[in-house]
């Protein structure tokens, strides 16, 4: 049957008579393109009888062929057709394939040969045809400009009056200039842009350009050649390589490898599974790959460059999925997936065109009609679906997956690999860690892990079970762990399947030079006001979807409050005719404990349940410090509102001195202002608590223990003061400085309880609770004090979790 090849900007496909192939930006299109001069659906080709036919489906801004416009045209050998506009439109060049030679007989394959061809059928497995590790077709660029001589200045970004319009939303609407000096040279401009440019892989702001300088905007990028100014769009045709990637930590005194030597290339627009037993080094590796923990030694090449010192200008382009789910269960889908495209996108895109985005990843995913549902309604295989499409978001060329199918149930695991076999097909190249062999068949190349991190077999997966000599993955599995001394690495090195898909990595690395492991910072996709403005509003819509966490907020101020109502009293927290109030002691007491166990009790689980949520997101930019202040900010006011309510009730319906030291006729506001200090300064600790543990069950032990301990240490239960070493513990204690906050007011020094030290002296007061206005402002100021250093603490703790390329 005739076949047609097409050409769209260097990217060649196949299209086989007997169907009909679409043309637009629908993702429903079989032809997809993302330049908004092509219509929603702008056209079809299909062979009818006698030709291959072209027609335009009444599209805005028609196609272009040698005529001018045309609706219709008969495709033949070497037509050229341009889609939206006749000069710079998306350029589709149509031929006639010839025959393929038979592989076996050795002839290179023609240049239209696809990389991803599978070994030919009928082939003994043992004998091997492999895959072309890389063999892309030829790069050509996307777009040629001619650059005028009178044009001094030419404006690129993703606004329609820009000189050049990009159809990416990870480009601002006026994003860089591209000005012609007097000397005839060109420099490249960065218009406050909020993802930057890129020359040569690294950050400027304004520099110089030479003839071959590689300049990226977005997802495309622009050379100088001549007069000319050559455009390349990343359309995920790249090709992925590991070269000798080893991963050292110390351990028992003596270095551990968790990764050894480690090559393979991942050929474009393919999936690739790495298994293997438990410590072989699956998710080390997957760290590796995507950045977040290079390799003490070796390269990672994204389309040849390196990953490490390019991480700036190629984070967009490469999407993780973590095993631990990486939006808030407590959104809708569609919720979810825009305060990430906020958090991802450039502060001036505007609301329809994420929408739009958001929009074209549900329909592509298939979630479109659960896109108002709660994440945590959704299966869990739907549930990982909407991790996948919160990194598509950015149109990402590579995909990581860490274990996406684990707990699912077998017809979950086969929904999940056949959804990521989609996204390979459609021109991305996904990498999946699985624990799962049910599905392997679905995958492209099989990378299989042996202990201590190295590499066992890279390959076909039809061939891997033949090449361990084994009927089952359990039998092989069992065989690394009855045989770990076993040379796997080596035996693997010595087979023909490493001369077939691996020898070329180490051939092109013995003859590349070092590259310096220089790292750049990654630009922010949106400014730090922005970001807190955008974090803000997701963790109030998170807080009012969980009604558990609103009641169990109201409920504990006003249990801790009223229980400090049960306390009997005779003079309230005045004194009594004798000058003194011995149980106003004990009832501050229980007042400073509630604040401390309703304010750590709101924080201690935030960060560490919002671990993997924060560690993608910084990668993408987050700026920690907005994200930090998010919360305390909101759980700030939330200890704002519970320490009013305990001292609502703890003082409002007991007797009162008649004045206050600051607040004259209202003693009780003053004393309240103390136990919201101490219940923020103990929110503040509930924070650092979070960002120090490894796992949320560890919280609750340290929170108990928070708790007793600011109990013992108030001064109220025995004498603090005067105590050398014990007294200056007990100042880093916050409840020693709330207590004597509300006390100060009270007079608790001479009202409370006397100290006697050595009768007949003079008995002794505690200062801190002394009844001055310079002692109730230290006590105030220690507790701001506290809470600042424990902000201070809480931001480098939870440095530890974020990814090492952004430390």
Known sequence: MPQLVVDINGQRRTLESGRSYTLGRDPACDLRFEDARVSWRHAAIAYEGTGWQYTDQGSTNGTYGPGGRT??????QGTVLHLGNAQDGPRLEFSVP???PPVAEGPEPPVWFEATTRRAPGLPAQQGNPTPVSTPAPVSPTMIRNLPPAARVIRIGRALDNDIALADLQVSRHHAELRQLADGRYEIVDLASHNGIFVNGQPVERQLLGEGDRLTIGHSTFRLVGDQLQEFVDTGAVTFSARHLTVEVDHQGGKKVLLNDVSFTVPEK????????SGSGKSTLLRALTGYRPADRGDVLYDGRNLYKQFAELRSRIGLVPQSEILHKELTV?????YAARLRFPGDTEAAERERRIDEVLYELRLDKRADNRITALSGGQQKRVSVALELLTKPSLIFLDEPTSGLDPGMDREVMQTLRGLADDGRTVLVVTHSVAELALCDRLLVMAPGGSVAYFGPPDEALHFFGYQSWADVFQAFENYPEHPWAE????????????ADVDAEAAQSPAIAREQSRPPKPQSWGSQLWTLIRRYLSVIASDWGFIGLSLLLPLVLGGVSTLIPDNCGLAPCDNGRNDIARMILLVVAFGACLSGSANSVRELIKERAIYERERATGLSRSAYLSSKIIVLGAVSFLQGAVISAISFGFRDLPAQGLLFKHAPAVEMAIGVILLSFTSMMVGLAISALVKTAEKTMPLLVMFAIVQMVFTGAIFQLFHKPGLEQLAWLMPARWGVAATGNTLDLAHTGPVVVTRPPAKPEIDALWDHGISHLVINWLALVVLAAA???????LQRRHEPEVMR
Not at 491 to 502: A, K
């Open 790 to 796: 424990l902000a201070y603490l809480v931001g480098r």
């Open 98 to 100: 010839v025959t393929v």
């Open 270 to 277: 393919s999936l690739v599974a790495v298994i293997g037993p």
């Open 334 to 338: 569609r919720s979810g997936l825009k």
């Open 491 to 502: 035996r693997y090195r010595g087979s023909v399947h490493y001369q077939q898909y691996s």
């Open 71 to 76: 609706d219709r045209l008969t495709l033949a």
